[in-house]
């Protein structure tokens, strides 16, 4: 199997290592890699985590034995001492947040809710950080509902910005790997919100965090429904853009199968296009490759070529190649896309330098037999999103000339010349009356 | 003749004159020590002139006559030194001397009378009274005061010859009281009055001398080594440290504490110094004072060559370079020395031995030292004729150099000085970053063989070492002597640069930056050097810094615009080389010449700062390799430029320089075959303009300039398939109006290309509408549409783009009056026809033209038009355009242009978020 088109090792050291784990998974469905370096990597992933008895499980299964090294024995029965010393220190706090009476009493004041803590329960700044510290252990153990559930009550009475933001990273990793999306949404969007606005100590800082905030939408974006609009409103913001430049350019891919499968064009498209020419030299993959057959080079059939390879990236991308499994077959409804725009794009592309063009050459750069390229494009001429004809008689399509008239482009151009002067005569009566007036 | 026999003689007898001043100075030497043989010498004379009193009695008279005139002078004199005027005095003095030469000539003896060494003594008393008294002097008038001076001259002159009478008289004044009628006269009075007119070549002989001995010092070390070189004080010292037992850290304290004190006195010989200061290292007592005292020496060293323009004597250079390296040994050695510039140490500090245990501070500055020798290196490279074999040897020694700048980096990072680290870390990139990979390996090669050689040379050292005394603090060599190089020369520039991103202050990392440009330019990676060009934001702030900065960056725009021609990307290396190249002043915007200006005459001090700045010759970048490539990128880009606005030639501009060129040429009535680089282009582009590109390729070859290139074929290759594909170009643009179909088969091979790349370009030129015309895909034809404007819709279109400015300076002017906030309505449309504006103020206005029209045609009519593509094409056609220009604007921002004042418009980025600009100088490398 080819591996060449594989972003796991690029990608997997911006994520959490928790996060690393469905990539994981799927590179294992996919059999990319042996199974058994897979299995090695999970444990070396495991190890400074203290997901211990997942661990020893896939131990067990790499090296198909009962045995378990001592030193993984060992650190369990440390996870779990430390398990019980934090559930205790942050007991009190637990159990007050657990009593929904209590809870009531919160009010939207942060320093009033300390106080309040702090006279009638005697819960003080310790208890807190036990809790930051306790979420942390759950996250860390795997139980992801647990530490997401503490870390959004730890904000709410965190007096730390540099413990909040880690708490909300915390918390939206947590949410990811629940896979609650809508949730995870919000919790990205809010840290979006105070990496931009935070001032940070240096702006290396700053770059490496929207590096990881990116990274890390990934997940969200290729399975929320609307993700594929909203991956394009953040990654191609300037700065945002900037650091994809700068350190990741591997996620150019991602960005451009959005602009390839989003069904509206948009204006940025064409600056993106200039971004891709530009990053030739330090990032290319198929799905950029085709976008610069299509759009820089002009060349068709390469972009035809390219077409297959970007299928084969796209079903070996843990991203993209997120499968549906509808009855007994599974597609994978992102390729299915990604290949009815990209043959869209060849197309319109195509259409626009020529003026007859040969059906059975159409259908054959579409990938479609004659009967399929030509009701594809009777619907499109119906839908008049082509002006063209079919000349079914020596089998072509005709363009129709597309030159605006000459008179048409004079009229369009003066023709709101006779706005704007009403306008200004209205605005210079509207401004000479209060004036006549007094 | 008479003349030049006048100068001669007087040269030669002022020679003598020195020799008798050395030798009388030594006799008084010995004399005041010998006091005792003076007085017998004395009587005997005494005895003598008695003598002779007796047997000269008949020409008493006469010479009683003399006597008297003499005192009577000799009392004039007295008058006038009691109201102080020396102008009198000074006519009195040389009466008396005119009045010695008869009396001595009447007494017939070799003696002048006592009287007459009374009146000198008496004077030189009194001279040095007025001469101390400081503030008299001051009000003197000037003939006076100028007297003054004159007399103090005349005097000093004429007392030497009579040095031991006066001496005498000052000790046993009543002896000359006696015989004041007995005194004999020794000298005639020619031999007087030739003194005299010497006394004003005086101190210019002086001058000589010094600087004869100085010659002679130089000649003599670099003859024969160290040992000769002795001269008299040194003898003197030799025998003064003779003995190794006696010899206390006070006494050598205390001796160069003195060397120290004569230092920029008159007098001292800079040569002297440093070998007075070099015999101390070897007796110095402990390690710091060793240290001190070799910071002396390499100060003194520096001081060798007082001029600013001239060069360090290359040998004092190795020399120097040789102490830094011992001062190294010693820091390294005793690790409890601490060097800094910050504190005054203590006057004992040296005092503390080798065992002492604190730390010890000296005073010095390790990197100071270190850039002025490497400054000492660069100007001797400037002023050396680059084409002889000196230079050559010159250019050897830099692996000498970059071993000490490496390890005094080392120590200094061992130290945890980084900031200093980083400066002489630049100073290695600075000598490196220049060096194709080529070079570099010569380089490494020339520093290993060179270790063979150098091991000799350290024997013989030792040998003479043993020969002098021995060092009381031996320092064994334990830095080491070789340099190490990395295999590449990319990994040890990486090394160095990110060292200096790390630590080093703005003007260290924008240097570092420029130099790692240049070089990544150099490997032909060009998108890595644009990419931290652009990052940097240098060209925007660069026209703030120092013009050795600027002359950098210039440089390193060159090489980018080299760089880019060889992967063959002609628009970016034309944007990097057309401000060069926009005033006519490449020489002197990359240091390498200095080019005569026809309309400004610099001033001298201009000139000579100029030529400071000179970059030696073997980091020049070939200028004539650099104007072709310049001129190739300006043709290629203009040409079919100038074919697609055929009719309105002078509406778009590309390269102005070339345009200029082109024209020159055209008006000439017989072009001739081409001989530079300029006429080669030219005769390329009048090819290429009839579709030519096998003609023009032809020419274009056969400059020889690309023998300078490394990966020549390729180049050439790249070359002529830009050639073909701006040739079809331009025979698209000329004819396409003549046609009204070609097959591509044709287009093809009449331009040599294959069908896809013939396909490839018509399709770029069909999409960004420069040609009107589509494909007919089954016969494989290119298809003209007739869509030229006529004459009258032409003229109409002019119309309502002034109606558009004129409506849109309504608007403004209603603005202005009403305020801003009126016009909630037209801020997008404001700011379209803003742009119009602008571009109808620079000329012609139609440069925006079709770009506009295109878009609103889109927004017209885009109802019935739905298929995205189409309007995307239009706007990309638009976009592309403009990212050419944002491009360009990019690069050239600003440069250099001889001193300040002079700032070129900066083209801001169109994209101008592609770097948000304080992060990146920060994070590109760390």
């Excluded at chain 1, 959490?16 to 370096?37: K, W």
């Excluded at chain 2, 290629?636 to 606005?645: G, I, K, T, W």
């Excluded at chain 2, 000329?843 to 295109?854: A, H, I």
């Amino acid at each position: 199997m080819t591996s060449k088109y594989d972003l796991t090792q690029r990608i997997a050291p911006q994520l959490d290592r928790h996060l690393v784990f469905p990539l994981l998974e799927f590179l294992q469905e996919r059999g990319m890699y042996p199974e058994e370096d897979i299995l090695k990597a999970k444990i070396e992933l495991l190890n400074n985590t203290n997901m211990v008895d997942y661990a020893m499980d896939i131990h067990k299964s790499l090296y198909r034995s009962e045995d378990v090294p001592q030193e993984m024995v060992e650190r369990r029965a440390e996870v779990v001492g430390r398990l019980k010393a934090l559930e205790e220190a942050a007991a009190p706090l637990v159990t007050f947040l657990q009593n929904p009476n209590a809870v009531q009493e919160l009010r939207a004041d942060q320093q009033h809710n300390l106080r309040m803590l702090n006279d009638r329960y005697q819960i003080g700044q310790e208890q807190i950080e036990a809790l930051y510290q306790y979420a942390k252990f759950q996250f860390e153990c795997g139980n992801y509902s647990g530490a997401a559930d503490y870390l959004y009550q730890y904000r709410a009475l965190c007096t730390n910005t540099e413990r909040s933001l880690s708490a909300l990273w915390g918390k939206l990793a947590a949410e990811i790997l629940m896979q609650n999306w809508d949730i995870a949404l919000d919790e990205l969007n809010s840290l979006k919100e105070i990496i931009d606005s935070k001032s940070f100590s240096s702006p290396m800082n700053q770059v490496q965090s929207r590096i990881w905030l990116m990274h890390w939408s990934l997940f969200i974006f290729f399975n929320h429904d609307n993700g594929r609009t909203l991956i394009i409103d953040l990654f191609n913001q300037d700065k945002y853009l900037n650091a994809i430049q700068t350190n990741a350019p591997h996620l150019l891919r991602y960005l451009a199968t959005a602009f390839i499968v989003n069904k509206r064009r948009r204006p940025q498209f064409k600056e993106f296009i200039k971004v891709i020419q530009q990053e030739q030299c330090s990032y290319k993959d198929p799905i950029t490759e085709f976008l610069a057959c299509v759009y820089v080079n002009y060349d068709f059939d390469g972009a035809h070529k390219k077409m297959k390879e970007c299928e084969e990236a796209i079903l070996n991308d843990p991203f993209l190649g997120k499968r549906v499994e509808e009855g007994n077959f599974a597609t994978v409804p992102l390729r299915d896309e990604f290949l009815e725009n990209a043959r869209l794009f060849i197309f319109e592309t195509y259409c626009r330098i020529h003026q007859r063009i040969e059906m059975s050459v159409l259908a054959e750069k579409l990938n479609l037999n004659y009967e399929e390229a030509e009701r594809w494009i009777v619907n499109l001429i119906r839908t008049s999103k082509l002006e063209a004809k079919i000349d079914s008689k020596t089998g072509t399509i005709v363009m129709e000339p597309n030159h605006t008239n000459v008179y048409e482009q004079l009229i369009d151009h003066t023709k709101s010349l006779s706005g704007r002067t009403y306008k200004l005569v209205s605005q210079l009566l509207e401004h000479a009356q209060p004036q006549t007036a007094r | 003749m008479a003349s030049r026999f006048w100068t001669q003689g007087g040269d030669s007898d002022t020679e003598e004159e020195e020799s008798d001043y050395d030798e009388q100075e030594e006799t008084v030497a010995v004399e005041t020590t010998t006091a005792t043989a003076a007085s017998r010498y004395y009587s005997g004379n005494a005895s003598d002139s008695d003598d002779s009193d007796g047997q000269k009695r008949v020409v008493r008279r006469v010479k009683d006559k003399r006597f008297d005139e003499m005192s009577a002078t000799v009392d004039q004199m007295k008058n006038a030194m009691k109201i102080n005027d020396w102008v009198s005095l000074q006519e009195s003095f040389e009466k008396i001397n005119k009045q010695l030469g008869k009396v001595m000539r009447v007494t017939e003896s070799d003696k002048p009378p006592n009287l007459y060494i009374k009146a000198l003594v008496m004077l030189e008393d009194f001279l040095n009274q007025a001469l101390a008294n400081k503030e008299a002097k001051k009000k003197m008038s000037s003939s006076n005061a100028k007297a003054l001076n004159s007399m103090k001259q005349k005097l000093k002159k004429n007392n030497k010859l009579y040095e031991d009478l006066i001496n005498q008289c000052r000790e046993k004044p009543e002896l000359f009281e006696e015989k004041v009628e007995d005194e004999q006269e020794p000298e005639d009075e020619d031999d007087e009055e030739d003194e005299d007119d010497d006394f004003d070549e005086d101190p210019a002989t002086l001058e000589s001398e010094e600087s004869e001995e100085e010659e002679e010092a130089g000649k003599d070390e670099s003859g024969l080594g160290w040992e000769k070189m002795l001269s008299k004080k040194d003898k003197m010292m030799d025998k003064q440290f003779k003995d190794p037992s006696q010899i206390t850290w006070d006494t050598v304290n205390k001796k160069f504490k003195e060397i120290v004190a004569a230092r920029g006195k008159k007098g001292t010989g800079r040569m002297e110094l440093v070998e007075q200061l070099t015999f101390l290292t070897r007796v110095a007592k402990t390690p710091a004072q060793k240290l001190e005292i070799l910071f002396s020496v390499i100060s003194a060293q520096f001081d060798v060559n007082p001029s600013l323009s001239g060069h360090m004597p290359i040998n004092v250079w190795k020399q120097c370079v040789q102490n830094l390296l011992v001062i190294l040994d010693i820091l390294t050695q005793y690790s409890n020395i601490v060097v800094d510039d910050m504190v005054e140490p203590d006057e004992n500090e040296t005092q503390k031995g080798a065992d002492f245990d604190g730390t010890i501070r000296i005073w010095g500055n390790l990197v100071a030292f270190l850039e002025r020798v490497d400054v000492e290196y660069f100007k001797s490279l400037q002023v050396i004729d680059p084409h002889t074999r000196e230079y050559v040897e010159r250019l050897k020694d830099e692996p000498m150099f970059l071993v000490l700048a490496q390890n005094v980096q080392e120590y200094l990072e061992r130290v945890g000085d980084y900031k200093g680290a980083s400066k002489v870390a630049l100073k290695r990139v600075e000598l490196v970053y220049y060096k194709p990979q080529e070079v570099y390996d010569a380089m490494r090669k020339l520093a290993e063989q060179d270790n063979g050689g150098e091991e000799s040379g350290d024997e013989t050292k030792a040998v003479e070492e043993s020969r002098g005394p021995p060092a009381f603090v031996a320092t064994p060599e334990l830095v080491p002597r070789k340099p190490t190089f990395p295999e590449n020369s990319r990994t040890l520039m990486d090394i160095l640069v990110s060292l200096i991103y790390k630590y080093g202050d703005e003007r260290t990392k924008a240097r570092a930056m420029l130099c790692d440009i240049y070089h990544h330019a150099i490997l032909d990676e060009f998108s890595t050097s644009r990419d931290l060009l652009l990052m940097s934001h240098l060209q925007d702030s660069v026209q703030h810094m120092d013009i050795s900065t600027q002359i950098l960056f210039n440089r390193a725009m060159a090489q980018l615009g080299l760089c880019a021609f060889r992967v063959g990307l002609v628009t970016e290396s034309h944007s990097c080389l057309s401000e060069l190249y926009s005033a006519g002043r490449v020489k002197e915007l990359l240091a390498q010449g200095v080019s005569q200006s026809r309309y400004h005459e610099k001033t001298p001090e201009q000139e000579r700062l100029e030529r400071r700045r000179q970059m030696p010759y073997h980091m020049h970048i070939n200028l004539e390799l650099l104007e072709a490539v310049h001129l190739i990128c300006a043709m290629l880009l203009e040409v079919p430029n100038m074919a697609a606005n055929g009719h309105d030639a002078k509406r778009k501009v590309i390269s102005k320089n070339f345009r200029r060129l082109l024209e020159v040429s055209e008006r000439q009535t017989f072009t001739g075959p081409p001989e530079n680089v300029r006429d080669h282009v030219m005769a390329a582009t009048r090819a290429l303009r009839q579709g030519d590109f096998e003609k023009s390729f032809a020419v274009i070859k056969s400059l020889d300039v690309w023998r300078l290139l490394r990966n020549k074929d390729n180049v050439l290759e790249m070359l002529k398939a830009k050639i073909k594909e701006e040739a079809l170009r331009t025979y698209l643009f000329t004819y396409s109006s003549s046609y009204d179909s070609i097959s591509l088969d044709h287009l093809s091979k009449m331009f040599d290309l294959s069908d896809a790349q013939t396909r490839s370009i018509v399709s770029k030129m069909m999409i960004n509408e420069e040609l009107h015309a589509s494909w007919d895909q089954p016969t494989g034809c290119i298809v003209f549409h007739d869509v030229e404007h006529t004459r009258l819709q032409a003229l109409a279109f002019h119309l309502t783009e002034k109606l558009t400015i004129l409506a849109e300076t309504n608007e403004r002017a209603i603005e202005a009056r009403i305020g801003g906030g009126g016009l909630d309505g037209l801020p997008l449309r404001r700011k379209d026809g803003q742009d119009y504006a602008g571009a109808a103020a620079s000329g012609g206005g139609g440069g925006r033209w079709q770009e506009f029209s295109f878009s609103q045609g889109r927004q017209g009519s885009s109802g019935g038009r739905t298929g995205g593509g189409r309007g995307s094409g239009f706007l990309g056609g638009g976009g592309f355009s403009r990212d050419r220009q944002a491009r360009s604007g990019r690069y050239q921002s600003s440069r250099h242009q001889d001193g300040p004042g002079r700032v070129y418009g900066a083209g801001s980025a169109a994209r101008g978020g592609q770097m948000d600009g304080s992060t990146r100088m920060v994070n590109l490398r760390s």
